[in-house]
């Protein structure tokens, strides 16, 4: 009781206080709970999610069950059965007892509705659109003046020959390869078709961190400069030759190549100083013509350099290392 609880009283003070008998606040109802009654309804109710009592106490009498029609509202009440009794415009039931499938990953829910409006001569046109419940992706918009069974068939069916699960599988494992040397999430969103919802989620769960939020390196001056430009340099010859001995794509490359790189730094005893984004981000810089190899004069090697860069009398850091060279040299640099 309130008295009894916030006031501190005894239960002999509370009840005479509140003119209450004690032998009423101790007595204890026997009444049947009527457990098999409760459990056979909200199975009714399960099944049947449109039925209110009237229609389930029917169903019971069918079934045998002898009581009136009060005690199954009674008991529908109790065990919190009932629907909105408001209908919407289009007559249904605005609540389901049940609650709907959560889609966890693209793919598991699709939802479908047609729309109608009209053209500024005054012809009415219909479209169906199917939405992907998950990644809110419109899957397709399909739009006629008359929209078909058989139409709507034929739309389903283009979507999901397009929707591979394989395709997807594929996407994933790419991207927790990518997570795993260290990428970052700009780079997951240019390699992979996973939405970005998915990619962070992702990302959380293989990375047990959320994502940086740090710009990309933009700035090709970095990959010029004396010691970036081997580790640069190193870095795409390795891709360059993948590319051209084996059948791996583009990004799966410069994937495998990062990694020989890294191996191939560490015998020597030195941090590599191109991270996997980096890497990336000079191939990308390649590929738009704002870099490119040139040959060195001396060494015949292969380096970075800019695209409009002289190569005639061109040295590379090797050959000629610059004068704050030695500091760098004891502190473990490729030379």
């Known amino acids: 009781m309130y008295l009894m609880s916030h006031h501190r009283l005894s239960q002999r003070r509370a009840c005479a206080l509140l003119r209450h008998p004690r032998s009423s ?11 098999a009654l409760r459990q056979r309804m909200r199975e009714i109710a399960q099944v049947r999610d449109r039925y209110g009592y009237r229609r389930i106490h029917v169903l019971l009498r069918r079934e045998g069950w002898k009581h009136s029609r009060g005690k199954t509202y009674r008991v529908y009440t109790e065990e919190r059965l009932q629907l909105r009794s408001k209908l919407p415009k289009r007559r249904k039931m605005v609540v389901q007892r049940h609650q709907r499938m959560q889609p966890a990953a693209p793919d598991d829910a699709w939802t479908m509705d047609f729309v109608a409006d009209q053209l500024a001569n005054g012809t009415w046109f219909r479209a169906l659109t199917v939405v992907d419940v998950f990644t809110r992706e419109a899957l397709a918009i399909e739009i006629g ?37 260290g990428a970052r999430l700009q780079m997951l969103q240019a390699e992979t078709a996973l ?3 998915r ?23 970095w990959f010029t400069s004396w010691q970036p430009n081997i580790h640069a340099s190193l870095f795409f010859n390795i891709y360059s030759y993948l590319l051209k001995a084996s059948p791996l794509d583009e990004i799966e490359a410069i994937a495998k190549a990062w990694q020989l790189y890294g191996a191939e730094v560490s015998t020597l005893g030195v941090e590599p100083l191109l991270s996997i984004t980096r890497a990336w981000r000079l191939v990308r810089f390649v590929d738009a013509g704002m870099l490119t190899t040139i040959r060195c004069t001396r060494c ?31 502190a473990g640099a490729i030379h």
């Not at 990619?199 to 001056?221: C, H, I, M, N």
């Open 145 to 181: 003046q008359r929209l078909k069974g058989e139409d709507v068939v034929a739309t389903l069916d283009r979507i999901m020959s397009t929707r591979s699960v394989l395709e997807d599988t594929r996407q994933v494992q790419r991207a927790v390869e990518l997570i795993r040397l």
């Open 195 to 197: 939405p970005y919802e």
């Open 199 to 221: 990619l962070l989620r992702l990302y959380k769960e293989v990375a047990g961190r959320s994502p940086s939020k740090g710009q990309l390196p933009f700035s090709t001056d």
């Open 300 to 330: 015949s090697g292969h380096f970075i350099g800019h695209a409009y860069e002289l190569e005639r009398d061109y040295v590379c850091g090797l050959c000629e290392p610059p004068a704050r060279a030695g500091r760098a040299r004891r």
């Open 25 to 35: 606040h101790r007595d204890r109802s026997v009444k049947d709970p009527q457990l």
